[in-house]
């Protein structure tokens, strides 16, 4: 057994713990960039701040399929390590990382290209396109550099090092806060960029970020060496990759799109609903990082063991983390409730905004242990090759609760009916992820047993 496949061996609760923790600092310091973005863009007014709302989802999407493919390399690096085979694992882990690049070359061309026709669909008007444009035109730039530097997390996911991980996030973010102030609304006399001061912070964090994973990856079992990849490896190699990173990644992208429509159907309450959504938005997004950290960590633990044939500790993995998804979502969401005001406050002292931002929050908030739910059984089904499986639940729940929901009752609800409609879905597409994994990890091991 390779020293690679550390997850096989010891207490599960342990590895859940030691591979969480570090990627709760790193999402984390990750999501902190939405929220300083935010901060700083919102001091540049009401329109910038509900153009930003209008770009949230689309960027989400975007980096959705990033982390697609970085499951797909999570998955083929931690199975392969997991069966004993560092060789395959290695050539699986740099073809990745090339096509992580290839990826967001293609993506960046195509968001170019549809611009426009994609944000008059989520109903932007004249002021905010331009808006918008400003920012998204150098932020499609530099989306290769995302990319990338999502493969090279997934080869270090993929082998268990979460801390290292974590530190390229915290690297990332750390540019980011120090570049935000100075690019968006200037500093030191240098008058600032506005919004597209913020794309240009991204794209220098990813960049430094990249360096430096590149630098921590030599210290792994798997570095970052061209000369590993096997040529008759490589049309394999891809296959598996796109048989896990292009389901994982519309499923992942699934919940970005289902959001893009709500956000339109919010922007039809008017500019003010849309700005309290948003920045309610940003809020969620921070509370629900041990939910993120934990649905990667598991992808891990379970391609490991499932590599290795150890089915009874990939389904102990996966109890475990449904407990603590189920405890932490209604403890943050108690939290969130009773402060939104507070939380509102720190985003906008308009009236409107603030009251949107706690009506939100009120309905939305008891849906976080079911997100949770959702999330981490989608990664333990994408670190198992179940991709599809992962994909079809998460286009149940956008597409046969969300939306159905979210346009029958608007008429009489208001905006509330969308806060409704993604708590319905949230609670729903939780519970039936949840029994599906723990069906498919079931007979698996019954098969064995047998």
Same mark, same amino acid.
């Given at each position: 057994?390779?020293?690679?496949?550390?997850?096989? !061996?010891?207490?599960?609760?342990?590895?859940?713990?030691?591979?969480?923790?570090?990627?709760?600092?790193?999402?984390?310091?990750?999501?902190?960039?939405?929220?300083?973005?935010?901060?700083?863009?919102?001091?540049?007014?009401?329109?910038?701040?509900?153009?930003?709302?209008?770009?949230?989802?689309?960027?989400?999407?975007?980096?959705?399929?990033?982390?697609?493919?970085?499951?797909?390399?999570?998955?083929?690096?931690?199975?392969?390590?997991?069966?004993?085979?560092?060789?395959?694992?290695?050539?699986?882990?740099?073809?990745?990382?090339?096509?992580?690049?290839?990826?967001?070359?293609?993506?960046?061309?195509?968001?170019?290209?549809?611009?426009?026709?994609?944000?008059?669909?989520?109903?932007?008007?004249?002021?905010?396109?331009?808006?918008?444009?400003?920012?998204?035109?150098?932020?499609?730039?530099?989306?290769?550099?995302?990319?990338?530097?999502?493969?090279?997390?997934?080869?270090?996911?993929?082998?268990?090092?979460?801390? !290292?991980?974590?530190?390229?996030?915290?690297?990332?973010?750390?540019?980011?806060?120090?570049?935000?102030?100075?690019?968006?609304?200037?500093?030191?006399?240098?008058?600032?960029?506005?919004?597209?001061?913020?794309?240009?912070?991204?794209?220098?964090?990813?960049?430094?970020?990249?360096?430096?994973?590149?630098?921590?990856?030599?210290?792994?079992?798997?570095?970052?060496?061209?000369?590993?990849?096997?040529?008759?490896?490589?049309?394999?190699?891809?296959?598996?990759?796109?048989?896990?990173?292009?389901?994982?990644?519309?499923?992942?992208?699934?919940?970005?799109?289902?959001?893009?429509?709500?956000?339109?159907?919010?922007?039809?309450?008017?500019?003010?609903?849309?700005?309290?959504?948003?920045? $309610?938005?940003?809020?969620?997004?921070?509370?629900?990082?041990?939910?993120?950290?934990?649905?990667?960590?598991?992808?891990?633990?379970?391609?490991?063991?499932?590599?290795?044939?150890?089915?009874?500790?990939?389904?102990?993995?996966?109890?475990?983390?449904?407990?603590?998804?189920?405890?932490?979502?209604?403890?943050?969401?108690?939290?969130?409730?009773?402060?939104?005001?507070?939380?509102?406050?720190?985003?906008?002292?308009?009236?409107?905004?603030?009251?949107?931002?706690? !009506?939100?929050?009120?309905?939305?908030?008891?849906?976080?242990?079911?997100?949770?739910?959702?999330?981490?059984?989608?990664?333990?089904?994408?670190?198992?090759?179940?991709?599809?499986?992962?994909?079809?639940?998460?286009?149940?729940?956008?597409?046969?609760?969300?939306?159905?929901?979210?346009?029958?009752?608007?008429?009489?609800?208001?905006?509330?009916?969308?806060?409704?409609?993604?708590? $319905?879905?949230?609670?729903?597409?939780?519970?039936?992820?949840?029994?599906?994994?723990?069906?498919?990890?079931?007979?698996?091991?019954?098969?064995?047993?047998?």
């Amino acid at each position: 057994m390779s020293d690679g496949a550390k997850l096989t !061996r010891g207490d599960i609760r342990g590895h859940l713990v030691t591979q969480t923790t570090p990627m709760i600092i790193g999402v984390a310091a990750m999501m902190s960039v939405g929220l300083i973005d935010a901060y700083f863009i919102g001091q540049l007014g009401s329109a910038e701040l509900a153009a930003i709302a209008l770009i949230f989802p689309i960027s989400i999407a975007l980096s959705s399929l990033g982390i697609g493919v970085m499951v797909g390399i999570n998955s083929v690096v931690s199975r392969s390590l997991g069966a004993g085979d560092i060789e395959n694992a290695a050539s699986r882990g740099n073809i990745g990382i090339a096509f992580a690049l290839i990826v967001g070359i293609v993506m960046a061309a195509i968001l170019v290209a549809l611009l426009d026709p994609l944000f008059t669909l989520m109903q932007a008007d004249d002021e905010l396109m331009s808006i918008i444009r400003t920012y998204m035109i150098p932020y499609a730039m530099g989306f290769p550099l995302i990319m990338v530097m999502m493969g090279i997390n997934g080869v270090m996911r993929g082998q268990g090092e979460a801390r !290292r991980a974590s530190y390229v996030s915290i690297c990332y973010a750390a540019a980011n806060w120090i570049l935000d102030p100075i690019l968006i609304t200037g500093a030191f006399g240098f008058e600032g960029f506005g919004i597209a001061g913020a794309a240009y912070a991204t794209n220098t964090g990813w960049a430094i970020a990249i360096i430096l994973a590149l630098f921590l990856l030599k210290g792994t079992a798997l570095p970052f060496n061209p000369a590993a990849i096997k040529k008759d490896q490589i049309a394999p190699a891809i296959k598996a990759l796109s048989s896990v990173a292009g389901p994982a990644g519309f499923s992942n992208a699934i919940n970005p799109i289902g959001l893009s429509v709500l956000t339109a159907l919010v922007a039809t309450q008017g500019q003010d609903a849309v700005a309290g959504f948003g920045a $309610a938005g940003r809020i969620q997004s921070f509370a629900i990082v041990p939910l993120l950290a934990l649905s990667g960590a598991i992808g891990s633990i379970v391609g490991q063991n499932w590599g290795a044939s150890q089915f009874d500790r990939a389904q102990q993995a996966m109890r475990w983390a449904a407990g603590f998804s189920i405890v932490y979502g209604m403890v943050v969401a108690v939290v969130l409730v009773a402060a939104s005001g507070w939380f509102a406050q720190i985003f906008s002292d308009n009236p409107a905004v603030i009251e949107e931002f706690s !009506r939100y929050l009120a309905i939305a908030a008891w849906g976080y242990a079911g997100f949770g739910l959702l999330i981490v059984s989608n990664g333990a089904l994408n670190s198992v090759g179940k991709a599809g499986w992962a994909l079809a639940q998460s286009c149940f729940r956008v597409f046969l609760v969300m939306m159905p929901i979210a346009w029958l009752l608007r008429p009489a609800w208001g905006s509330d009916a969308i806060y409704t409609a993604e708590l $319905a879905a949230n609670v729903i597409g939780g519970t039936i992820a949840l029994v599906l994994v723990l069906r498919i990890l079931g007979q698996k091991q019954s098969s064995r047993e047998a």
